[in-house]
């Protein structure tokens, strides 16, 4: 995912590079940042189906850089407060119901959080696209009339992920994403997230609705809605705090 909270000040984007892969890496590196700037404060919807039970949560998600990020649902009322904070490489579960902080280790970033088809690393990034993966342009030109780039990310030897390869369709006029493709180490198309309903919130121009599609369970998935974004904005210094995780 390049998700989910999913990312980033951009500038205006020139598509003058002087190679494929300083392109690749500068298309990738905005999308991965979309929804985040320099700073960001937004309201989500995130709808949960699977085949035994269904749910609707409502949160607020604050970032800042790439280090820092706190997601706190809002709704319903039973789940309020629970929280996810994100301080560096350090991530925290913070529940209401037994004041309870647990530190989540590096061999739970891909654990689902609260029991969406998105994960840990997924709505705080802790991963990086342009950080963790090769990048490389595998089809540049139309598709069903739309201009578009496929991009094809495969890990680096020492970086500390999962998926053996990603894939990545941008749309070649706004650089907007239109799905994002997970594969295992084996080959196996794992999962899909799609984009779709681009509206500009925050004066930014964005996908303000994400599903995550499991492709071993056809009838599951789980919607995040993007409701309202700020990007750029000032946030208290102690907001990534324990103590704030805790309020």
């Known amino acids: 995912m390049r998700l989910l909270v999913l990312s980033v000040g951009l500038g205006l984007f020139s598509p003058a590079f002087a190679t494929d892969e300083q392109r690749a890496r500068e298309i990738v590196d905005r999308v991965d940042r979309l929804l985040r700037g320099d700073s960001s404060r937004g309201i989500v919807t995130m709808q949960i ?10 949160m607020q998600i604050l970032s800042q850089g790439t280090q820092n990020a706190l997601v706190r649902i809002q709704q319903p009322k039973k789940e309020a407060g629970t929280a996810t904070l994100k301080v ?24 689902s959080w609260m029991g969406s088809h998105f994960t840990n690393d997924d709505l705080v990034k802790d991963s990086q696209l342009v950080r963790d993966y090769f990048l490389e342009i595998a089809f540049e030109g139309d598709r069903d009339g739309t201009p578009v780039y496929e991009f094809l990310l495969t890990p680096r ?25 997970y594969y295992d180490e084996d080959g196996t198309l794992m999962r899909e997230l799609r984009f779709s309903d681009y509206t500009t919130l925050g004066g930014r121009l964005v996908p303000a609705r994400m599903v995550m599609q499991p492709q071993d369970k056809p009838q599951e998935q789980t919607v995040m809605v993007y409701d309202d974004m700020e990007f750029d904005i000032p946030i208290a210094a102690d907001t990534f705090s324990l103590r704030n995780l805790e309020r």
Request: a neutral charge; zero cysteines.
């Open 49 to 58: 189906v699977t085949e035994n039970w269904q749910r609707s949560l409502t």
């Open 88 to 111: 560096d490489n350090n991530i925290w579960n913070y529940l209401p119901k037994v004041s309870r902080t647990i530190k989540i280790p590096s061999s739970m970033m891909m654990a």
């Open 157 to 181: 030897p020492e970086a500390p992920v999962v998926w053996g390869k990603i894939e990545l369709e941008v749309r070649q006029d706004d650089l907007m994403p239109t799905w994002q493709r």
